[in-house]
């Protein structure tokens, strides 16, 4: 054969000829646009309309480059999001490159609904944003592999008994922390109405909620500890990183805002689990199966907060054996019940409180307003997650979780006969699940929804503040042998404190000139969704879970300079000022 095909093979050749990718053409609905920087290369795809990206399972985005010559580019590494798709090649050359190369790769994307698509594009890389050097990825050696020699604002190694006396302290700061504030508030609401009630009776609810906190730590712990064993890479507030999760907790949050504003009540015979309404009314012979209950819902919604001294005394305990992480679990329960255990114990000191009224009844009300805020809250950590598409058809969920406490309060009341009383119970919860099959299962195909795994966001415009580069480990690699200062920032959506941390401190301008007069390289670590990459990094600074941020000095890579979960302006500028 000379190269040309024969007769019988020609329908052969032209079709898989058609399949060969084209460059990338231009389209209305789709835009690409590519950039490069130290040793690495982006490409940045958009959506507009109402065309969404396939961003997970068969169609998932790629980008396939080419080896060219001296330039070895390595593994693609890919944020996608239904409207944005964004990528990073790291790059690196076997000898100095003196001229602009060409990189030429295929990329690879499904739009939802719709075929697979494949171009082919070529990105020209000037000379001077390629180092010679071996090829990133993760390989040994990484960042991952390498030992620090960390500096802290504070501290250094302490003691075990340190640790435990800080898991203690952040366990009582959580009582205050935005997550958990609504939940512990009814509870103080709780104990003004038990003024009057026999102290045994009061100590008993004191103690039953302070059971629920200890058993859902050490529930928690439990599952730290299997999934570890299992070879997991899991961290505090993890449970958060799961879709299906938040939207329960918003379906439960948003039941308990309707019970606090009276739509219903539950009112179960004899020595059933009571409802949180009637846990909030402590009828006398009732309430300690709700009081425990509201130990583990405050628990439940702590768990995103990461508390002054929490932070270290966490990352320690999930780099320990077991029975540290027991340990340091049951001294963080410890802390957050104590306030409760101490209040009711003392039952005298109950009258320091307000006096019971009139006014509880707008209070009641009042507090459901925060377990709103908390909903408007979840659905913004789902939308982040994914999309908002997924946020309209949970809100068509709540509509029937909704419903479903109205029939409860309607129609199963004390004066209901209880066949009129079960059976409405059960239209409630078919309810309820036919909503959740209808309106998620089949609407959104959670599963796949799921496996999105997303570190990357977009980077903010030139002048509206710092420059943030998403986060990737070949990425990394590559930033720390640069010579700017790089800061990390490990950050996620359902983190309260990192939020405050962003507008407070962050987004201040004296913080973003300094970032800009110190040329200062920002990269944003988003652990909203899970990354198992992200996690591992997290341990390297004896950290399980965020905030956290670290600056790393030009040259000085291999000793960062680690600041507190919560930060100032002050500690953030004297930071940088050391690391230059």
């Given at each position: 054969?000379?190269?040309?095909?024969?007769?019988?093979?020609?329908?052969?050749?032209?079709?898989?000829?058609?399949?060969?990718?084209?460059?990338?053409?231009?389209?209305?609905?789709?835009?690409?646009?590519?950039?490069?920087?130290?040793?690495?290369?982006?490409?940045?795809?958009?959506?507009?309309?109402?065309?969404?990206?396939?961003?997970?399972?068969?169609?998932?985005?790629?980008?396939?480059?080419?080896?060219?010559?001296?330039?070895?580019?390595?593994?693609?590494?890919?944020?996608?999001?239904?409207?944005?798709?964004?990528?990073?090649?790291?790059?690196?050359?076997?000898?100095?490159?003196?001229?602009?190369?060409?990189?030429?790769?295929?990329?690879?994307?499904?739009?939802?609904?719709?075929?697979?698509?494949?171009?082919?594009?070529?990105?020209?890389?000037?000379?001077?944003?390629?180092?010679?050097?071996?090829?990133?990825?993760?390989?040994?050696?990484?960042?991952?592999?390498?030992?620090?020699?960390?500096?802290?604002?504070?501290?250094?190694?302490?003691?075990?008994?340190?640790?435990?006396?800080?898991?203690?302290?952040?366990?009582?700061?959580?009582?205050?922390?935005?997550?958990?504030?609504?939940?512990?508030?009814?509870?103080?609401?709780?104990?003004?109405?038990?003024?009057?009630?026999?102290?045994?009776?009061?100590?008993?609810?004191?103690?039953?909620?302070?059971?629920?906190?200890?058993?859902?730590?050490?529930?928690?712990?439990?599952?730290?500890?299997?999934?570890?064993?299992?070879?997991?890479?899991?961290?505090?507030?993890?449970?958060?990183?799961?879709?299906?999760?938040?939207?329960?907790?918003?379906?439960?949050?948003?039941?308990?805002?309707?019970?606090?504003?009276?739509?219903?009540?539950?009112?179960?015979?004899?020595?059933?689990?009571?409802?949180?309404?009637?846990?909030?009314?402590?009828?006398?012979?009732?309430?300690?199966?709700?009081?425990?209950?509201?130990?583990?819902?405050?628990?439940?919604?702590?768990?995103?907060?990461?508390?002054?001294?929490?932070?270290?005394?966490?990352?320690?305990a999930f780099a320990q054996p077991w029975w540290v992480i027991l340990l340091i679990f049951t001294c963080v329960a410890a802390g957050m019940a104590i306030p409760y255990v101490v209040l009711t114990a003392r039952p005298a000191w109950i009258r320091f409180l307000p006096k019971p009224g009139a006014w509880m009844v707008s209070a009641q009300q009042f507090m459901g307003f925060l377990m709103m805020a908390t909903l408007l809250w979840l659905l913004y950590i789902l939308g982040k997650q994914m999309g908002m598409e997924a946020v309209i058809w949970t809100g068509a969920f709540l509509l029937t979780v909704g419903f479903a406490c109205w029939l409860i309060g309607k129609f199963a009341t004390l004066a209901a006969s209880r066949r009129a009383y079960w059976l409405t119970w059960i239209a409630a919860v078919l309810l309820v699940v036919g909503g959740y099959l209808l309106f998620l299962v089949s609407a959104l195909d959670i599963n796949t929804a799921i496996a999105v795994e997303s570190s990357g966001i977009p980077a903010a415009a030139a002048g509206e503040g710092i420059e943030w580069k998403q986060f990737s480990l070949a990425g990394l690699e590559e930033d720390l042998k640069g010579d700017r200062p790089v800061f990390l920032d490990f950050t996620a959506e359902w983190c309260l404190t990192c939020k405050v941390n962003e507008k407070t401190v962050l987004d201040a301008k004296e913080v973003i000139d300094r970032f800009h007069a110190l040329n200062v390289l920002a990269v944003r670590a988003d652990w909203t969704n899970r990354n198992a990459d992200i996690t591992r990094l997290l341990s390297k600074f004896g950290r399980s879970g965020v905030p956290l941020y670290v600056i790393f000095p030009p040259g000085r890579s291999g000793t960062p300079i680690v600041l507190p979960e919560v930060i100032t302006r002050g500690i953030v500028l004297d930071a940088l000022d050391k690391a230059r």
């Open positions: 054969m000379t190269g040309q095909s024969s007769p019988d093979n020609a329908g052969l050749f032209t079709t898989f000829g058609k399949q060969v990718p084209l460059p990338m053409g231009t389209d209305g609905d789709i835009s690409v646009a590519t950039a490069t920087r130290k040793n690495e290369v982006n490409i940045r795809l958009s959506a507009g309309g109402a065309v969404e990206f396939v961003t997970s399972g068969p169609g998932s985005p790629d980008f396939y480059p080419e080896e060219s010559g001296d330039l070895l580019p390595g593994r693609t590494a890919v944020s996608a999001a239904p409207k944005q798709i964004a990528m990073t090649v790291p790059l690196t050359a076997t000898q100095p490159v003196t001229q602009a190369v060409t990189v030429r790769g295929t990329l690879l994307y499904a739009l939802a609904g719709g075929a697979l698509h494949a171009g082919v594009i070529e990105i020209s890389v000037p000379p001077e944003s390629v180092s010679v050097g071996t090829t990133s990825g993760t390989p040994a050696g990484s960042i991952l592999d390498r030992n620090f020699e960390i500096s802290r604002t504070s501290g250094g190694t302490q003691p075990l008994i340190l640790y435990l006396f800080f898991a203690f302290l952040g366990g009582l700061l959580l009582n205050i922390m935005p997550c958990v504030l609504p939940v512990i508030a009814l509870k103080v609401f709780g104990l003004v109405k038990m003024a009057g009630d026999r102290p045994a009776r009061i100590r008993g609810l004191g103690f039953s909620f302070a059971a629920g906190i200890l058993a859902s730590f050490l529930a928690l712990a439990m599952v730290v500890i299997i999934l570890q064993l299992a070879g997991q890479q899991v961290g505090w507030g993890f449970q958060f990183q799961e879709p299906r999760f938040v939207i329960a907790m918003a379906a439960l949050v948003f039941a308990f805002g309707l019970s606090l504003f009276g739509v219903f009540e539950i009112n179960l015979p004899g020595s059933a689990v009571m409802g949180i309404s009637s846990a909030v009314a402590h009828q006398k012979g009732s309430g300690y199966s709700a009081s425990f209950g509201e130990g583990v819902f405050a628990t439940v919604l702590a768990t995103p907060c990461t508390a002054p001294f929490l932070g270290s005394a966490l990352g320690f």
